[in-house]
């Protein structure tokens, strides 16, 4: 018998580009066969070995990406709807009519009020291009989706180290002992953490899971804590507790690198109580061990010191380190006082402080063989590592506390000096960066005009917030208002409900792209889908006159638009994984990437970037148009190789070019540089030079290597910002300092809420959640990102429906049995779902995937789908504001610092089905599908 | 009936390790992806966007909860799940058309689509649930260890492996010779104590799995002993300890 399966023949060509499937960014190659027509057919998709985030492996979704471009569920062609909003009635049209019918809205928009253009992106990796392409039209209405997705963990690392675990951190796989996942689900960085997961194994560090589901990394983890929701922040403090009881810090790393000996103004008097000390010139003062007198932070030569006070005009000003010893050795804060609330045994807490600490202090020395020199000239002639690392996510972020969890965990981080040291967690270039070096919001809309600079920034102070005299926010969103001060993401989840509302006044029209806002985005979906719809009775328009949505596929937003502009799928388009945005740098390497039109569209479909810049030279946008009003770029690709944000800086920072030929990072544009991209793989890498890949935010190696890249124009080294003095600038408003002050009811809240240093409160809603004894979240199954997969026939046979998980208490209390339903109910409404036990579950949550329930309809899935029919969300009981207080206001669902939307607070009570319903409640009529029906079987080699 | 070749010394086959595997999936897809492509009937799905899509996959991950016996914290343990390439293969000798069968050279247990008429004795035959009936091309579908790859010129000598192992992103899964004892898997087994599934059936399956380390025990660091309780004392040990710290300049 002949040794077969025979060889199969080779694929014609692979091509080498970046994955969209999730928001990693992985390398793929794409083995590629000619058809019969000649045209070239994906065959399979692997990952690429050379490639700095995946190195050759891929996750579930990457290799089932054949079916993603194939799926029946994308649409063709241009829409305008014909049929009320959200039946999904829609009449074909041409990209002429298409591009005409958007200028004939957008035109008057920018001529008369271009606020009243809301333009909002999903999980889209061209926010640079989008963001500068609104400032170019005049709105501040601009964000993408980080409103409701990680903006905490992205503003607290920023504020606090210069850079946050997701996505410009990463521990040091190669050196840690120790990881700490705190409420890191199966995301984020999904292969990344993958692969450092597998390493830590096989050389036996340890790893410990912070996450009330023991699924995904949890379940890999040596130890689990199956904590409370919303109360890490609670357990990261009290492990600051037992560090500094027992002394156990690093002293010279807080003396030389944090804010810890900074003096603090303490003149009750003064304007700036509780701020720094400054000298004349402004900078921050320390006590200089070699003088025992104030010196700035920053001078050359100054050993700050920890200890020391300065006795001045009456007053003693102490350190941030007294302020931390007072306020964190308080025994509210010892492992026996938060116990209960965390769900975790104060022996617990006491082991992993103990384990923490020998972990950073006591085991065989991690040091790099590197000398390197301090910002203030200090020369150090080693690298001493603290190999204890951690990251966060989610769990973290998804809370109403969740921005000063955030920083309790980088405070927590800090005093083991396991930031940027060999073994703990390491920034990735252009990371480290400090929030001072970021723009300030801007919200200044005026007719006719660009916006004077990009709308999202990191505010300093009140003076920063984007308000109208009255104190009113200027942005559809409520960012940068009272409610939200450090929106530095934008709040895409309340754009729909104050649309609705014309708060703070009404919009014209919103654009959307991959933001499926009338599903699995939206808080209380079912309200937001009678919000998209709804019409004033006085004139019958609708209260949101226009919806424009650019998508790929039919979600469930397609429905609900009014002109629908398809794109292309990830196989088929350029994009740029820019440096300007966010790359694929690795702490080692900065590093971004391309995709390219590994195979043309087989329908009428646009890349959405293409069409936006087709849609900027059309309405004469600056940076758009040339100075004869000519289209200053073809296409995207064209927009990538020749924009620059700076001179020299464009999109791309490989193969640009210089005096002498190609030059990386600062260079002129191109016009082979995509050739170039491809030819190496998709992608570049700039290696850091070793003795200035750690301590990079105060080694001057680095930051003289980060000036020469690009990133920024001067070195600019910061110390780690354990007091947070933007949060006590708006603590000072609420004080009553300064011109802006918050209006009187959000006072209280934000002298709370805005502490300079860490602090927990409960969730919102947790003190009065008596009839809603438990807490509810998702976790994000690792074979789906969001609702993006459920048309893919691979990854719905591996997740086509979800079940509510119960823990055994509960499950034992309510009489549950295999095959049960349950009615679920919280404050906001009521569902019916199917539940199952779980035993590796905090006793007092309830879980389910994430959007893997669909609205039947949508997708190109059948009605009869399990997605559509058993399938279900947790959003229809998650509001997006809080309950009326006594005045009858109600805030957003949301952080009350960053606007952050709180998915994760929800709390609800469950009744056991007397009988198992035919389906899911709510039980939403179909929408009518944009989209053929799919065939009935999948039999077909992938190729020819 | 259909014989099985003389033992060979060369034993291909994969090594699992339970302890590390995140249950992800990724080997799921990329074997479908690949063998789908392959030089068999395509693994087809049925009803792929409807009520109750049911497919041909070569390798599934099936995930548990596991209670330890001294009440310890619950855990879950996921299990890949595909053919063990047994020595003793009962899907083999099984088969009256002589379309199952085992590769002298290396042991691979494959299946020749022309030969096969579908009848599904060796899927009953099999204790371990390994091999799917096509539901299209009606023929008996079963992981191959990517044969198609592991000797092809065409590709690069590093990809001349499983497509489930390449992609594995926390390299939970090992390909090797475990005919060897030298060999990395060998040893990997002899290190870990790998096993095999069901032993007492006799199958004598080539590929091993790894078992979770054991869980939820911390190390047993000192416990901190207190310098302070309250912020007095810890600015007098700061005082001391500083004292102590050495200079810069």
């Known amino acids: ?944 | 009936m259909t014989t099985l070749p003389p033992p060979s010394p060369v034993k291909l086959g994969l090594v699992i390790d339970l302890d590390t595997c995140v249950g992800c999936q990724a080997c799921v897809t990329a074997c479908k992806a690949w063998n789908t492509g392959g030089t068999g009937a395509p693994l087809a799905d049925l009803d792929p966007w409807g009520a109750s899509p049911e497919g041909a996959f070569l390798n599934r991950v099936h995930t548990f909860e596991r209670l330890p016996e001294d009440g310890g914290p619950p855990q879950i343990v996921h299990f890949p799940r595909s053919c063990l390439h047994c020595e003793d293969a009962p899907c083999v000798t099984v088969c009256p058309t002589g379309a199952s069968w085992k590769r002298a050279a290396d042991g691979i247990v494959l299946v020749d689509e022309d030969r096969c008429m579908g009848c599904g004795l060796c899927a009953w035959a099999c204790p371990y649930g390994a091999r799917e009936m096509d539901p299209v091309a009606g023929v008996m579908k079963k992981c191959t260890l990517c044969a198609d790859r592991l000797d092809d010129p065409a590709l690069e000598p590093a990809d001349r492996i499983p497509a489930c192992v390449r992609t594995c992103p926390t390299g939970a899964r090992h390909f090797g010779d475990l005919g060897d004892p030298e060999s990395p898997v060998s040893q990997l087994v002899a290190e870990r104590g790998g096993r095999d599934l069901l032993p007492d059936l006799g199958t004598r399956p080539v590929n091993k799995y790894l078992p979770p380390r054991t869980r939820d025990r911390a190390p047993g660091a000192p416990a901190l002993d207190p310098v302070a309780t309250d912020a007095r004392g810890f600015l007098g040990w700061l005082d001391r300890a500083l004292s102590t710290l050495p200079r810069l300049g």
Not at chain 1, 27 to 51: C, K, Q, S, T, W
Not at chain 1, 311 to 319: A, E, K, L, N, Q
Not at chain 1, 765 to 778: C, R, S
Not at chain 1, 848 to 865: E, F, V, Y
């Open chain 1, 1 to 944: 018998m002949s040794p077969r399966p025979a060889h199969r023949p080779p694929p014609d060509r692979i091509a080498k580009t970046t994955c969209y499937m999730c928001a990693c960014r992985c390398g793929i190659d794409v083995h590629l066969r000619d058809g019969p027509d000649g045209r070239p057919r994906v065959a399979y998709i692997e990952g690429n070995r050379d490639h700095p985030v995946n190195r050759g492996v891929l996750c579930a979704k990457g290799a089932s990406g054949l079916l993603h471009h194939s799926s029946p569920a994308r649409l063709r062609t241009p829409l305008l709807r014909t049929g009320p909003r959200g039946a999904g009635e829609f009449r074909p049209i041409s990209w002429d009519e298409a591009l005409g019918i958007a200028v004939s809205w957008l035109r008057p928009l920018r001529e008369s009020a271009p606020e009243k253009l809301a333009f909002f992106t999903g999980r889209d990796q061209s926010q640079s291009l989008t963001g500068f392409w609104a400032q170019a039209f005049g709105t501040p209405n601009w964000a993408a989706h980080g409103g409701f997705c990680s903006v905490n963990m992205a503003a607290a690392g920023i504020y606090t180290l210069g850079g946050a675990f997701w996505e410009f951190g990463s521990p040091d796989w190669e050196r840690t002992r120790l990881l700490l996942l705190w409420g890191v689900a199966e995301d984020h960085d999904s292969n990344p953490i993958k692969i450092g997961l597998g390493r830590l194994k096989a050389r036996g560090a340890r790893v410990v899971g912070i996450n009330p589901v023991r699924t995904g990394y949890n379940a890999l983890a040596d130890d689990w804590l199956g904590i409370t929701p919303g109360t890490d922040g609670l357990l990261a403090l009290s492990l600051v507790h037992c560090l500094l009881e027992a002394g156990r810090i690093d002293l010279p790393f807080l003396a030389r690198f944090t804010n810890a000996p900074c003096l603090v103004d303490e003149d009750p008097a003064s304007p700036e109580r509780g701020l720094l000390l400054r000298d004349g010139e402004g900078r921050p003062l320390v006590i200089d061990r070699r003088t025992g007198k104030p010196a700035p932070w920053d001078g050359e030569g100054v050993e700050p010191d920890l200890a020391a006070t300065w006795r001045h005009r009456g007053t003693t000003h102490r350190p941030v380190l007294h302020h931390l010893a007072a306020r964190y050795l308080d025994p509210a804060y010892a492992p026996e006082a938060v116990a209960d609330r965390t769900g975790i045994p104060a022996p617990r807490i006491r082991a992993l402080a103990a384990e923490l600490a020998a972990a950073a202090f006591d085991g065989p020395p991690v040091v790099l063989d590197r000398p390197w020199t301090d910002f203030r000239g200090h020369r150090h002639a080693t690298m001493p590592g603290r190999p204890v690392a951690m990251h966060a996510m989610r769990g973290i972020s998804a809370h109403s506390n969740g921005f000063q969890t955030c920083r309790a965990i980088h405070l927590l981080q800090a005093l083991l000096g396991a930031v940027e040291t060999p073994g703990a967690m390491r920034f990735e270039p252009p990371y480290p960066k400090p929030a001072t070096a970021h723009p300030r919001p801007h919200a200044d809309a005026r007719p006719g005009e660009p916006l004077a600079g990009p709308p999202l920034g990191f505010p300093q102070g009140p003076e920063d917030l984007c308000i109208d005299a009255a104190g009113r926010p200027l942005r559809i969103d409520g960012a940068y208002g009272w409610e939200a001060p450090l929106a530095a993401h934008g709040m895409l989840q309340s754009v729909i409900a104050n649309a609705h509302a014309g708060d703070p006044y009404p919009i014209d029209t919103l654009i959307l792209y991959m933001a499926n806002m009338a599903w699995n985005s939206a808080m209380d979906t079912a309200r937001t889908m009678e919000m998209l719809a709804d019409t004033d009775p006085a004139t019958g328009e609708y209260r949101i006159p226009r919806i424009i949505c650019s998508d790929a596929f039919s979600s469930e937003i397609v429905a609900f638009s009014d002109l629908v502009l398809p794109d292309t799928t990830y196989l088929e388009r350029h994009d740029c994984i820019s440096l300007l945005d966010r790359p694929i740098s690795e702490p080692d390497s900065a590093a971004d990437a391309i995709r390219w039109p590994v195979v043309e569209p087989d329908r009428d479909v646009r890349p959405f970037q293409s069409v936006l810049i087709d849609l900027g030279a059309r309405l004469g946008l600056p940076g758009f148009v040339a100075a004869d009003g000519a289209p200053r770029y073809a296409d995207y690709a064209d927009y990538i190789v020749n924009h620059q944000r700076r001179p020299g800086i464009g999109p791309l920072a490989g193969w640009r070019t210089g005096p002498h030929g190609l030059a990386h990072g600062r260079g002129e544009p191109n016009a082979a540089q995509l050739e170039e991209y491809r030819r190496a793989g998709g992608f570049w890498q700039a290696h850091v030079p070793p003795e200035a890949a750690f301590f990079k935010p105060w080694n001057r190696a680095y930051q003289d290597w980060a000036v020469a890249m690009g990133f920024f124009d001067a070195p600019q080294p910061y110390l780690l910002q354990l007091w947070c003095e933007p949060l006590r600038r708006f603590q000072l408003a609420a004080e009553g300092v300064g011109p802006r002050q918050p209006p009187e009811h959000l006072r209280d809240r934000l002298r709370a809420a805005m502490d300079p240093l860490p602090v927990w409160w409960p969730p919102f809603g947790d003190e009065d959640a008596g009839g809603f004894p438990l807490h509810a979240v998702t976790q994000r199954p690792m074979a789906h990102y969001h609702s993006w997969h459920s048309h893919n026939p691979w990854l719905r046979q591996i997740h086509g429906s979800n079940l509510l998980y119960l823990p055994r208490a509960v499950w034992d209390a309510g009489g549950f049995r295999d095959g049960d339903w349950a009615r679920v109910s919280s404050p906001t409404g009521t569902i019916e779902v199917p539940v199952a036990l779980m035993e590796a579950l905090n006793p007092r949550t309830v879980w389910t995937w994430n959007a893997i329930g669909k609205r039947r309809g949508a997708w190109a899935l059948h009605p009869d789908a399990p997605e559509g029919v058993t399938g279900f969300l947790l959003n229809h009981l998650i509001p997006d504001r809080l309950p009326p207080d006594a005045a009858g206001r109600r805030l957003p669902n949301a952080d009350p610092v960053t606007g952050q939307a709180a998915w994760f607070d929800l709390r609800v009570r469950l009744e056991r089905l007397p009988a198992p319903p035919p389906a899911a409640r709510p039980a939403l009529p179909p929408q009518a599908s944009p989209v053929p029906p799919p065939p009935p079987l999948l039999a077909e080699r992938p190729g020819p």
